[in-house]
T-cell receptor, first 114, second 108 residues
Framework: ETGVTQSPTHLIKTRGQQVTLRCSSQSGHNTVSWYQQALGQGPQFIFQYYREEENGRGNFPPRFSGLQFPNYSSELNVNALELDDSALYLC?????????????FGPGTRLLVL | AQRVTQPEKLLSVFKGAPVELKCNYSYSGSPELFWYVQYSRQRLQLLLRHISRESIKGFTADLNKGETSFHLKKPFAQEEDSAMYYCALSGSARQLTFGSGTQLTVLP
């Protein structure tokens, strides 16, 4: 059984650019959630995907978008990057059964916007 | 709205001493509470969840609905317990709301 993986590990972009972050879910999991963790803060929920559909969204603007693929891997896209988007982006996968489930986190992608 | 508050950013205790990491929450329904831990250079991982009522690595946490708290406790701290601890809440939407974390340092 493989855990959650994310790519790339680090990324540097400039303001106004677009970025795509990738996540491979743990084997057997059908739900993926994305979180943004700014320095010194706890992770903040961006959105969740269940069976390729968005299943909840936090307080993030529409320039944050996502996809989940049939193999349950996922992408987070951020358009028109701003300096405040610099953060660690975490992906978490889980197996949704309709009740509360445990989310397993990846190592994160550290994004720096200059 | 759901909110989690961890009042201590930093906490230091000596090895063998008891430790308590505080967590208070705000949620109108019946939440599920979690403690996540992040050891140095490792990913965030689940330590325990209140619904399981387990003791993991000697840690326990009791949900107090009256005080809306979910404090994490261990009677005898070990140096390997040094890490960042996050309290998290999951409501009906199944999204996790995290506190800002407490960095625990266990001194020799």
């Amino acid at each position: 059984e493989t855990g959650v993986t994310q790519s790339p590990t680090h990324l540097i972009k400039t303001r106004g650019q677009q970025v795509t972050l990738r996540c491979s879910s743990q084997s057997g999991h059908n739900t993926v959630s994305w979180y943004q963790q700014a320095l010194g803060q706890g992770p903040q929920f961006i959105f969740q995907y269940y069976r390729e559909e968005e299943n909840g969204r936090g307080n993030f603007p529409p320039r944050f978008s996502g996809l989940q693929f049939p193999n349950y891997s996922s992408e987070l896209n951020v358009n028109a990057l701003e300096l405040d988007d610099s953060a660690l982006y975490l992906c978490a996968s889980s197996f949704s059964t309709g009740t509360q489930e445990t989310q397993y986190f990846g190592p994160g992608t550290r994004l720096l916007v200059l | 709205a759901q909110r989690v508050t961890q009042p201590e950013k930093l906490l230091s205790v000596f090895k063998g001493a008891p430790v308590e990491l505080k967590c208070n929450y705000s949620y109108s329904g019946s939440p599920e509470l979690f403690w996540y831990v992040q050891y140095s250079r490792q990913r965030l991982q689940l330590l325990l969840r209140h619904i399981s009522r387990e003791s993991i690595k000697g840690f326990t946490a009791d949900l107090n609905k009256g005080e809306t708290s979910f404090h994490l406790k261990k009677p005898f701290a070990q140096e390997e317990d040094s890490a960042m601890y996050y309290c998290a809440l999951s409501g009906s939407a199944r999204q996790l709301t995290f506190g800002s974390g407490t960095q625990l340092t266990v001194l020799p």
